[in-house]
């Protein structure tokens, strides 16, 4: 069974400093996606990124950038120069390929960032 | 492209009581999902579909109906309410892109059991 562990509850930061946010998988799949969502407190999902199982490039998007690590099983996400706005409930899913568009989620790491 | 609606946004049932979800999508995607969030736990799939009359079942399925007479809607229902309900309802849909499957999350739907 697929299973996705955010170890980190909540994270709390001060404006402009760099934070990570970890995700560890488990699968039995080969081809599998993972992806990033961002929960502000207006409470919609709004989409990151999606990385599948055979592209291990890192990807850097302005301030965002993540690491896919398949030897350790982890997808970590990481913000430069946090920002107030950057403050919100992320979080890491997992797709396998052969279940199709059923999404496993991690439990979320809440990010607050003070001025 | 309105993408995904859902409603009511905001719900107080008594328990015991019966309700529908509403999710409604206009990119004419094959699948449609419903996930629960409750805090700490992420969110968990409910229900899903692959196609119009067609269905599966999820993690957390129990207390819950749905049916997909259509691409476009996929209705969730409560047919007895009860106060472990209480939660936050998404709806999504997806179709397949580069061989991944890209969710379209609906607003949510704020229930709450007493």
């Known amino acids: 069974a697929q299973k996705v562990t955010q170890a980190q509850t909540e994270i709390s930061v001060v404006e402009k400093e760099d934070v990570t946010l970890d995700c560890v998988y488990e699968?039995?799949?080969?081809?599998?996606?993972l992806f990033w969502y961002k929960q502000p407190p207006s409470g919609e999902l709004v989409f990151l990124i999606r990385?599948?199982?055979?592209?291990?490039q890192n990807e850097i998007s302005g301030r965002y950038s993540w690491n896919f690590q398949k030897s350790t099983s982890s997808f970590n996400f990481t913000i430069t120069a946090s920002q107030v706005v950057d403050s919100a409930v992320y979080f890491c899913?997992?797709?396998?390929?052969?279940?199709?568009?059923?999404?496993?989620f991690g439990e979320g790491t809440q990010l607050t960032v003070n001025p | 492209n309105a993408g995904v609606t859902q409603t009511p946004k905001f719900q107080v049932l008594k328990t015991g009581q019966s309700m529908t979800l509403q999710c409604a999508q206009d990119?004419?995607?094959?699948?449609m999902s419903w996930y629960r969030q409750d805090p700490g736990m992420g969110l968990r799939l409910i229900h899903y579909?692959?196609?119009?009359?067609?269905?599966d079942q999820g993690e957390v399925p129990n207390g819950y109906n749905v049916s997909r007479s259509t691409t476009e809607d996929f209705p969730l229902r409560l047919l007895s309410a009860a106060p472990s309900q209480t939660s936050v309802y998404f709806c999504?849909?997806?179709?397949?892109?580069?061989?991944?499957?890209?969710?379209?999350f609906g607003p949510g739907t704020r229930l709450t059991v007493t």
């Open positions: 899913a997992l797709s396998e390929a052969t279940s199709g568009s059923r999404l496993t």
């Open positions: 990119m004419n995607h094959e699948y």
């Open positions: 579909s692959v196609g119009a009359g067609i269905t």
């Open positions: 699968t039995r799949d080969t081809t599998y996606y």
């Open positions: 999504a849909s997806s179709s397949p892109h580069r061989g991944s499957y890209e969710q379209y």
């Open positions: 990385r599948n199982s055979f592209d291990e």
